[in-house]
């Protein structure tokens, strides 16, 4: 169990693998781990009353699955466990040099998960997010309706920038939200992964820039290949809307969100999200057996 805000709760041991998925419940978020993969089924938020709260009480699934794939290495440790207060980090190794670690807080908002694979070959992981039913991915508008605008506590011109650390070009930028909780906003935050299109989703939105961040998404699907050390989590609340830089190419004890808070502009999300802002189709088999893409 993940330590409800506010606890002094401490654990750090290992811990026998158990037969099948097991329970991560925490007060505001709960997921569940297949220990012979660690892949994540039914991530969802409970619904319980905090200052951040973004399900309006309704308890709100968002994640089916987060599933890598391992193209035959198996986890085959004991399970490696720390809890302390509201975080949880947990990892097993196996064959081939593979390792994998979760870390997870249990928060309503900010960089609450991540997903570090590890190979002994150095190559990348495969790893298929789809959401849960009644969420959905979408070319948030806030952010369409000022490509190419430079924002930020340290432009100079919003035309020209210069571009910074805290002046940053806006780009189009691919959110979650849900029909359940239409105040829920989230965002996939890669760090040395790259998303695999998948050419049967998404409209091909058109920019001056020539950036694509929402060309051949799905609606409810995304592919990732992550790099050998890299991670694939998730960062929500106005982590999720900040006109941020991309992440650095950390593969060694990254953190889950770059400390940037407060110096960038934040453009937001309708709510509810229109619905020709939604990718499409929901999800689709393009892209699953394309090859890995280069570490």
Partial sequence: MLGKNGTDKRFRDTVPAPAG???????????????ATFAIYNYAYTGASNPGDMTGGHPTPVYAGKVPDH????????????????????????????????QAKDCAQGGIFQMEPSR???????????????????????????????????C???????????????????????????????????????????????PDFTNSLGLSETRDHCGAMSIWDVASGGRMGMVTGEDGTE?????TNCTTDCQAENQVKGRLANLGFPAPVPADS????????????????NP
């Fill in 21 to 35: 998925r097991f329970l991560v419940q925490g007060k505001y978020t709960q997921f569940e781990i297949d220990p």
């Fill in 71 to 102: 193209r035959g290495l198996m986890l085959t440790s004991a399970i490696s466990l720390e809890l302390k207060d509201d975080s949880m980090a947990i990892s097993r190794t196996g064959t081939g040099g593979l390792s994998m670690k979760i």
């Fill in 120 to 154: 002994g070959d150095g190559t990348r992981t495969r790893i298929v997010h789809e959401l849960a039913a009644n969420a959905f991915y979408y070319d948030n508008p806030n952010f369409r309706a000022h490509l190419g605008e430079f924002l930020g506590s340290e």
């Fill in 156 to 202: 100079q011109n919003v035309q020209t920038g210069p571009a910074s650390t805290y002046c940053v070009q806006v780009t189009p930028r691919v959110n979650i939200s849900s029909d359940t909780a239409p105040k829920l906003i989230l965002r996939d935050s890669a760090q040395v992964a790259t998303r695999v299109r998948q050419t049967s989703c998404g």
């Fill in 243 to 247: 006109v941020a830089n991309p992440p």
């Fill in 278 to 293: 939604r990718l499409a189709p929901r999800t689709s088999t393009d892209g699953l057996s394309d090859p890995l893409t």
